[in-house]
């Protein structure tokens, strides 16, 4: 049987136990923040589960991938068969909240940080367009308070480690937060119908109301 990095990990993780009731959503186990986003969508009622292989797609109602490096998580999935079944899923309208590397996976185009068009495995759902690295490199991370459409109370605390945003975007796509920066507000969360988008690493807080966002995004999807 094929081995998944970080498998041994995942299997430690904590249970879904008691939350049967609630919507089952995937978090891609490829690389990233898998285990602190199972934490937060369990603490929003989903029934959260790591999946690594594609006979566990059919189960899901919705799927988080995370953050990490776009192209390592793009090729992984190639070489373990999930990407043509990830695009058919998205396709058939599953829903799907990407962050940070998971954006740009979601996205039909991405730029490099200079503008140069990126060359990798994209699941091309969202009309997005997507620039890597856009604030910089690792050392130019921040940290940063934002008003999220959607979002009630306080603002959103957002961790950003070499992140992207949404350069271009189709009219469809609406926009639930921008970040100011010295070439004016850019795009850092957005929406296309059951498709969410967010340019940092939610996951990083403790906050967890982009996370109840999409689950209740998952919840109305399975009622229609």
């Known amino acids: ?9 995942l299997a430690a993780g904590p249970s879904d136990d008691g939350l049967s009731g609630g919507p089952t959503i995937g978090v891609l186990a490829l690389q990233g923040d898998v285990l602190e986003h199972l934490r937060l969508l369990r603490a929003a009622g989903a029934r959260a589960v790591a999946v690594k292989r594609t006979g566990e797609l059919d189960r899901l109602d919705g ?14 999935a190639a070489m373990y068969g999930l990407l043509d079944p990830l695009r058919q899923r998205l396709r058939e309208g599953m829903p799907a909240f990407g962050t940070c590397a998971g954006a740009i996976l979601l996205a039909r185009r991405a730029l490099h940080a200079d503008g140069r068009p990126a060359e990798q495995p994209l699941l091309g759902a969202m009309d997005i367009v997507v620039r890597r690295n856009a604030f910089g490199r690792q050392i130019a991370s921040f940290e940063a308070d934002l008003d999220v459409l959607g979002l009630t109370g ?14 271009e975007h189709g009219p469809s796509v609406n926009v639930l937060a921008k970040v100011g920066t010295p070439l004016g507000d850019k795009v850092v969360v957005a929406r296309q119908g059951n498709l969410l988008a967010s340019a940092f690493h939610p996951e990083l807080t403790d906050d967890g109301r982009l996370h109840a966002l999409f689950v209740d995004l998952v919840r109305e999807a399975a009622t229609v």
């Not at 799927?63 to 992984?76: A, D, F, R, Y």
Request: aromatic share 6%; net charge negative; glycine share 10%.
């Open 154 to 167: 306080e603002p959103l605390h957002a961790v950003f480690i070499r992140a992207p945003w949404i350069e």
């Open 63 to 76: 799927l988080v991938i995370p953050g990490g490096e776009s192209t390592t998580i793009g090729k992984l």
């Open 1 to 9: 049987m094929t081995r998944i990095p970080g498998e041994s990990l």
